[in-house]
């Protein structure tokens, strides 16, 4: 069965490498990936993929719905209507259940009207036997125009407003230049996470990575060399709760064991802080990403956020670089998302 990630314009590339990385943690494992704007169609042959499916849209950040594909056929509103006369509707809707059409325009790839779409498709599925109901259907089909007419229904919706009510400012401590969550979340998916999952915030700040992480079950630590922001951390994490484990200390000389972290997920300081006690910045990364090198276990992931260049500190700690990303801010801020590995030693 196909299915599809429709996903959000928050990053096009994290958006579908956050998916995959879901569906890797979650065991399901593509036969076919198609990757269109804003759409990541995926074929998966385990019986229980619906269900897991599910599960998976209570973790993903960058994307709106999770569809269970129709079919798929090329933008013109003839092909498309026929497509739709000619599918089998059965596995979408059962006898007596109504349903609505949607459509949603991905860029400019067509210049087709939604509503006509709307209304042509309807139409056709209405004369399969079927019902509509604008405003209460027991089935939503939609359509999404990107390179190709995506069309599915939907099995289940991502909640975004959740995570709006999560922004930083209001949260209970809230301090400037923070994260916001759905970066945050979709960083914690490309990390794989899940809930036998130990991972390490260094620079945890007001714990907004942390945050993410242990609503998901993760058992997060999180460093922080500031008093009273390791005070707004716990504050944090005690309001959306979570098991968690909070330190006072130097990210360049981390409390830990060695190998004994699954993940590490940060937000290094690059200037904006003039309370992080270090020779230089460059003198903080360097030293910080070689205890982060030692406290992970073998294999396991690192994402690293940065404006600064971190490939030569990464490989000198020891990493592999895996994917590296970048997430332009505003016209004078760009953020670098690096996805970084250690040895399997």
Request: charged share 25%; aromatic share 6%.
């Amino acid at each position: 069965m196909r299915y599809a990630f429709e996903l959000s314009g928050d990053h096009e590339e994290i958006a579908a490498d956050e998916a995959l990385a879901c569906l890797a943690t979650e065991g399901l494992k593509p036969v076919y990936t198609q990757h269109y704007d804003h759409c990541l169609v995926v074929e998966l042959e385990e019986s229980d993929a619906e269900s897991r499916l599910e599960k998976i849209s209570g973790k993903l950040a960058m994307c709106h719905h999770i569809l269970r594909v129709a079919f798929i056929c090329n933008n013109e509103p003839e092909t498309i209507i026929s497509s739709a006369e000619n599918c089998d509707i059965k596995p979408h809707l059962s006898a007596g259940q109504t349903f609505v059409v949607r459509a949603r325009k991905v860029n400019h790839h067509t210049s087709v009207e939604g509503s006509y779409l709307e209304q042509r498709v309807g139409g056709a599925v209405f004369r399969k036997g079927y019902r509509a109901n604008l405003n209460q259907p027991d089935v939503t089909l939609r359509l999404i125009l990107t390179e190709k007419c995506v069309c599915g229904s939907v099995i289940a919706s991502i909640d975004r407003k959740a995570f709006h009510a999560r922004a930083p400012h209001k949260k209970p401590f809230f301090y400037p230049g923070v994260l916001m969550p759905i970066t945050a979340r979709a960083l914690v998916n490309l990390a794989g996470v899940n809930k036998d999952t130990k991972l390490l915030d260094p620079f945890c700040g007001t714990a907004g990575i942390l945050v993410e992480a242990a609503m998901l079950g993760s058992k997060v630590v999180g460093l922080e060399a500031r008093n009273e922001i390791i005070q707004g951390a716990k504050l944090n994490l005690e309001y959306f709760g979570g098991d968690y484990n909070l330190l006072q200390g130097d990210a360049c000389k981390l409390p830990l064991k060695n190998n004994c972290i699954d993940s590490v997920i940060t937000d290094p300081p690059y200037g904006r802080s003039a309370m992080i006690k270090a020779e230089s910045i460059r003198h903080l990364y360097e030293e910080s990403f070689a205890e982060m090198y030692r406290v992970l276990k073998p294999a396991s992931k690192a994402v690293i956020v940065s404006e600064m260049e971190i490939n030569r500190i990464a490989l000198d700690a020891g990493f592999t670089i895996v994917k590296q990303y970048s997430q332009r801010i505003h016209r004078s801020l760009t953020r670098n998302i690096t996805i970084l590995q250690k040895n399997n030693q």
